[in-house]
């Protein structure tokens, strides 16, 4: 594996706005009988609902993926991450020197195959986990639901074999909750610094016109970003605040911004 380098960080901060009713699903394996059937997924000390950033990773993975593969030959690599019986098809580089040139991989990460060499990339992005903003929660507190901050939806599902009605109550963020975005991308070839912010922001975008979490057939978990600031800074500047000229900050992933941020790192030294 070629060494890796940091060069720098570039934080992007902002809020996504739930437009409709957002289902992430827990397991229910902790949940008491006659609970609601599917509950959504909580911060085990605040009992906020909130997204976790492996959720939120990977359906912008997923997006990013189906989006890149007419383009890219490679993604036709697929590796099963389900079982036989249910398996689900996802592109992974196997070894972190094809993940280095993989659009895909090198933001997201691959972990190692199974043959011999193989080995992990770690993402360049990181995602953390997306909370409630304190608006949010007083908001979320006084409605009159039965439920901690949510509500509660029935769905009829119909078995197609035996024409069963299973009706279910599926628990939902309601529509209007905002939650607190921070994504990471962790600045480590220049070269590749416009192409994935590019992809990083078409895959916000593809976000927006499909759906976060459970039952987005249905109407569930509409969302869209509200991008606060994104700030791009040197491994100088992190180390030194008075190093000014390896600090920018921009308002948006537009090309115009992707182009300031490019050049703090694509200067005439490199
Ligand atoms: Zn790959």
């Not at 720098?8 to 006659?34: P, Q, R, W, Y």
């Not at 080995?119 to 409605?143: A, H, W």
């Not at 439920?147 to 939806?153: I, N, R």
């Not at 416009?194 to 979490?213: P, Q, S």
Request: charged share 30%; glycine share 8%; net charge negative.
């Amino acid at each position: 594996m070629e060494n890796r380098m940091l060069l720098g960080k570039t934080v992007i901060d902002g809020f996504v706005i739930c437009e409709t009713g957002l289902h992430i699903g827990a397991s229910k394996e902790n949940m008491e009988i006659g609970a609601i059937d599917a509950p959504v997924v909580r911060d085990p000390v605040t009992r906020e609902p909130y997204i976790p950033g492996s959720s939120f990773k990977g359906k912008l993975r997923t997006l990013l993926e189906k989006a890149l593969s007419p383009s890219e030959p490679n993604l036709i690599n697929k590796r099963n991450i389900g079982t036989d019986k249910n398996p689900v098809k996802i592109h992974v580089c196997d070894n972190s020197n094809e993940a280095i040139n993989c659009k895909l991989c090198r933001l997201f990460g691959s972990t190692a195959g199974r043959a011999e060499g193989s080995d992990n990339f770690p993402s360049r992005l990181i995602v953390r986990d997306l909370y409630l903003t304190p608006e949010s929660v007083e908001r979320l507190s006084d409605i009159d639901t039965g439920l901690q901050y949510t509500e509660w939806k029935f769905e009829n599902a119909i078995d197609r074999v035996t024409s069963a009605a299973n009706p279910r109550q599926i628990e939902r963020v309601p529509r209007g909750a905002e939650f607190k975005l921070e994504v990471i991308y962790n600045i480590e070839n220049p070269e590749h610094l416009e192409t994935d912010l590019k992809n990083l922001k078409l895959a916000f975008e593809l976000l927006e016109l499909d759906a976060l979490g459970g039952h987005g057939s249905r109407g569930y978990g509409k969302i869209s970003f509200k991008i606060e600031k994104i700030e791009a800074m040197s491994i100088d500047y992190i180390k030194d605040k008075s190093k000014i000229a390896g600090h920018v900050v921009c308002k948006s992933l537009d090309e115009t911004e992707i182009m300031r941020i490019n050049s703090l790192f694509n200067t005439s030294k490199m």
